[in-house]
Nanobody, 126 residues
Framework: EVQLVESGGGVVQAGGSLRLSCAASGVTFENYAIGWFRQASGKAREGVSCISISDTYYGDSVKGRFTISTDFAKNTVYLQMNGLKTEDTAVYYC?????????????????????WGQGTQVTVSS
């Protein structure tokens, strides 16, 4: 059984920061990758950042601004978002995928099924 719960979203001014949390249960980080994805109104879902036990991946639009990390003791994956831009406004979801695969492939191709959280809204104002 896998369950994911996102939190930490909110409204922030451009240039500000937020830290999102993905609390995971039923997940062993040795065998699962966790990804952050987002979907803005009228746009397709896109990968933001993903992490496995041995690798991390960042989308080009967030590289240098966002940082993904894992707190193993708390079974939680964080997404620290700095230098937020209005175009970062979206609902942010986390997802889990088990098995052996290329992390970048998982992050660039949001799974149509599997384990997803409920999402948390991030709104960046100008």
């Amino acid at each position: 059984e896998v369950q994911l719960v996102e939190s930490g979203g909110g409204v922030v001014q451009a240039g500000g920061s937020l830290r999102l949390s993905c609390a995971a249960s039923g997940v062993t980080f040795e065998n699962y990758a966790i990804g952050w994805f987002r979907q803005a109104s009228g746009k397709a879902r896109e990968g933001v950042s993903c992490i496995s036990i041995s690798d991390t991946y960042y989308g080009d639009s967030v590289k240098g601004r966002f940082t993904i990390s894992t707190d193993f003791a708390k079974n939680t994956v964080y997404l620290q978002m700095n230098g937020l831009k209005t175009e970062d406004t979206a609902v942010y979801y986390c997802a889990a995928k088990g098995g052996i695969f290329r992390l970048w492939s998982f992050c660039e191709n949001p799974p149509e099924s599997g384990y997803w959280g409920q999402g948390t809204q991030v709104t960046v104002s100008s």
